[in-house]
């Protein structure tokens, strides 16, 4: 006996992997993360043959990347500075309590000294020994040089005679570590000691020497700092 043939019935249509509402949503999102994070960008860098712009981008990446690095040997140089002032204060604070706490050991071996004996001759020798042994102790700890009051008249003619010292003057010499179209790390080689060689440099930064800063181009394979007072190769 021959079956009744059911009617066909249409199978939807599956979509496909780059027209789905997840895969759409994704791809929104993906596009929509922008960063401006220098580390980020270093991540995702790969290899390839680079265009004009692609050049200028990766330049002011390492701009980028060399002022970070210029700011942490700062923050770094900052910290180490602050944990040698702290540790000078801590130990002049330890030594003070020290000498502190031997000043009233030694007063208090004395007053032992002085009162009447309990024991006998062998107890006043005893407590004489300690009060000798703690005023020894305190007079070889340190006593800081106390300061003498100054008055307002003094202070101010103390002022008057010693100037501060004037700022070093020196003739810059800069050369251009990093540059991109906005951003610039220059280095000074005739800096004296004690004065940062090192300045991050962008539009309108006042530079010593040469003025505000006007444009930060590249001609050829160069880039060129152009201030108020000259330019920079």
Same mark, same amino acid.
């Given at each position: ?9 249409? %199978?939807?249509?599956?979509?496909? @992997? ?45 701009? $980028?990347? !060399? ?37 009233? $050991? !030694? ?6 000294? $002085? ?15 300690? !009060?000798?042994?703690?005023? $020894? ?14 008055? #307002? ?15 070093? %003057? ?19 080689? @005739?800096?004296? !000691?004690?004065? #940062? ?23 050829? %394979? ?12």
């Amino acid at each position: 006996m021959k079956k009744p043939s059911r009617p066909a019935v249409p %199978t939807p249509a599956t979509p496909s @992997a780059e027209n789905t509402p997840a895969q759409k949503h994704d791809t929104g999102i993906e596009k929509a993360v922008t960063t401006d994070d220098a580390v980020q960008k270093a991540t995702r860098l790969q290899a390839a043959p680079m265009t004009s712009d692609d050049q200028l981008q990766v330049l002011q990446l390492v701009t $980028e990347e !060399a002022a970070l690095v210029q700011r942490t040997r700062s923050n770094i140089a900052a910290l180490r500075q602050d944990l040698d002032r702290l540790r000078i204060a801590d130990m002049a604070k330890a030594s003070d309590l020290n000498r502190r706490m031997s000043l009233l $050991e !030694a007063k208090r071996a004395v007053a032992d000294a $002085e009162a009447p004996p309990s024991d006998g001759p062998a107890a006043t020798r005893a407590a004489a020994d300690k !009060a000798r042994a703690a005023l $020894e102790a305190a007079a070889a700890e340190p006593q800081p040089a106390p300061t003498p009051p100054q008055s #307002p008249a003094s202070r101010t003619a103390k002022m008057r005679q010693t100037p501060p010292a004037p700022p070093p %003057t020196w003739t810059p010499h800069y050369r251009i570590l990093a540059a991109s179209p906005q951003l610039a790390m220059v280095q000074d080689d @005739a800096a004296p !000691a004690g004065q #940062p060689p090192q300045s991050e440099i962008e539009i309108g930064t006042d530079l010593r020497g040469y003025g505000r800063v006007r444009a930060i181009s590249q001609r050829g %394979t160069m880039w060129v700092i152009q201030a108020e007072r000259g330019i920079i190769q």
